[in-house]
């Protein structure tokens, strides 16, 4: 399985935008791009996904590379609600994968009041 | 909305036992999942389901194994329980077998304490 490379931990502040990056150079055209995130004792909730086009819902957007090498989460205003695990994630298509998911150790956002 | 529910929050198992961890979801996925989350070593599969009586191992399937009687549900069982299998257990589930793109839904955990 292709691997991503994310920093550690990040901050940012109530209401300012967060950009949080996401390294997959080993990517493979058939790939999807996955963001989850895990809230304090809580499991991992989807965030949001994409192939090779950007995407927006209701919770972030999601900024892809046109190499598609590396992505980025944008949460557009940070709550504090917002202050959890994100892990970005890749999982290929079809035949065995059944959709499996490989979780690295992800970033931890800290969103100050 | 989705559910994924598990049978415990919180169990406490003597080294040993046999011990059976729950989950149930409520929307007709096909896929199912299990999980382990350790601190530095983050969440890692044990086995998965994707379809009723079918499994398949995941990366850390020793000491483990699953059952799927029934299609919204699926089973961990810990055989022999031992102290490093102390953990938290999440159950996933998600709809069609074979797509990447698919969304996973998670339960809350059970967090199993093996003495």
């Known amino acids: 399985d292709a691997k991503t490379t994310q920093p550690n931990s990040m901050e940012s502040n109530e209401e300012e935008p967060v950009h949080l990056p996401c390294n997959h150079s080993?990517?493979?055209?058939?790939?999807?791009i996955h963001w989850y995130r895990q809230l304090p004792s809580q499991g991992p909730e989807y965030v949001i996904h994409g192939l090779t086009s950007n995407v927006n819902n209701r919770m972030a957007s999601l900024a892809i590379a046109e190499d598609r090498k590396s992505s980025t989460l944008i949460l557009h205003r940070a709550t504090l609600r917002d202050a959890a695990v994100y892990y970005c994630?890749?999982?290929?298509?079809?035949?065995?994968?059944?959709?499996?998911?490989?979780f690295g150790q992800g970033t931890i956002l800290t969103v100050h009041p | 909305d989705v559910k994924v529910t598990q049978s415990s929050r919180y169990l406490v198992k003597r080294t040993g036992e046999k011990v059976f961890l729950e989950c149930v979801q409520d929307?007709?996925?096909?896929?199912m999942f299990w999980y382990r989350q350790d601190p530095g070593l983050g969440l890692r599969l044990i086995y998965f389901s994707y379809d009723v009586k079918m499994k398949e191992k995941g990366d850390i399937p020793e000491g483990y194994s699953v059952s799927r009687e029934k299609k919204e549900r699926f089973s961990l069982i810990l055989e022999s329980a031992s102290t490093n299998q102390t953990s938290m257990y999440l159950c996933?589930?998600?709809?069609?077998?074979?797509?990447?793109?698919?969304?996973?839904?998670f339960g809350p955990g059970t967090r199993l304490t093996v003495l």
């Open positions: 929307m007709d996925h096909e896929n």
């Open positions: 994630i890749l999982s290929g298509a079809g035949g065995t994968s059944y959709g499996k998911l490989t």
């Open positions: 996933a589930s998600s709809l069609f077998g074979g797509r990447a793109s698919n969304e996973q839904f």
């Open positions: 080993t990517i493979s055209g058939t790939d999807y």
